[in-house]
């Protein structure tokens, strides 16, 4: 089955930039999106198709999708950033399609 | 306003079943494909089925093994998950989530605040 990988964890320094990356075989050829989930919350769509904010997402998200990784960027980094970040596809080459996470990146503001 | 609020979790012993529900409001619930995503305490997201606009199209992730399914009542604006045959393993916050489709795979843009369903003797 496809397969999603991300960092366990992230740290950046309020005002820098996150990267977080998601790799997959050939996941540039796929839709990738990515959602935010604080403590004890729901998760949120913060970039979706790769690359668009859904309405009320800051610009300072955003994202790229090229070859076997995808990558989350977070520019100038605020505190109420920390949460965890997940990516998501659709893998539909197999006889039944079905959607994969990846495992989650925790990403800490020091 | 989008909502999607979920019922139904609670504490069950392992072989036991729950059904659960997600009450969907602020869309046109019959336009929209559905899906279930769990989350064990202290893990990442676990999806778990997906349901087409007409229940047409149902799939399921392979580690549940047939002992789930996937319903809808359009004419209720509500999506069901039935769990059978319930695991120690099946632990978790359940999710239902709104998908919608794009040309290379489509995103799940709201979610309900879950439910907690918990197995053990």
């Known amino acids: 089955s496809y397969v999603l990988t991300q960092p366990p964890s992230v740290s950046v320094a309020p005002g820098q930039t996150a990267r977080i990356t998601c790799g997959g075989n050939d996941i540039g050829g796929k839709g990738v999106h990515w959602y935010q989930q604080k403590p004890g919350q729901a998760p949120v769509l913060v970039v979706y198709?790769?690359?668009d904010r859904p309405s009320g997402i800051p610009e300072r998200f955003s994202g790229s999708n090229s070859g076997n990784t995808a990558t989350l960027t977070i520019n100038r980094i605020e505190a109420g950033d920390e949460a965890d970040y997940y990516c998501q596809v659709w893998e539909t080459t197999s006889d039944h399609p079905h959607v994969v996470f990846g495992g989650g990146t925790r990403l800490t503001v020091l | 306003e989008v909502q999607l609020v979920e019922s139904g979790g609670g504490l069950v012993k392992p072989g036991g079943s729950l059904r659960l529900s997600c009450a969907a409001s602020g869309f046109a619930f019959s336009t929209y494909a559905m899906h279930w995503v769990r989350q064990a305490p202290g893990k990442g997201l676990e999806w778990v089925s997906y349901?087409?606009?007409?229940?047409?199209?149902?799939y399921y992730a392979d580690s549940l093994k047939g002992r789930f399914t996937i319903s809808r009542d359009n004419a209720k604006n509500s999506l069901y998950l039935q769990m059978n045959s319930l695991r120690v393993e099946d632990t978790a916050v359940y999710y239902c989530a709104r998908d919608v489709p794009m040309v290379r795979g489509g995103d799940l843009d709201f979610w309900g605040q879950g439910t907690l369903v918990a197995v053990s003797s």
């Open positions: 349901i087409s606009t007409r229940s047409s199209y149902m």
């Open positions: 198709d790769d690359s």
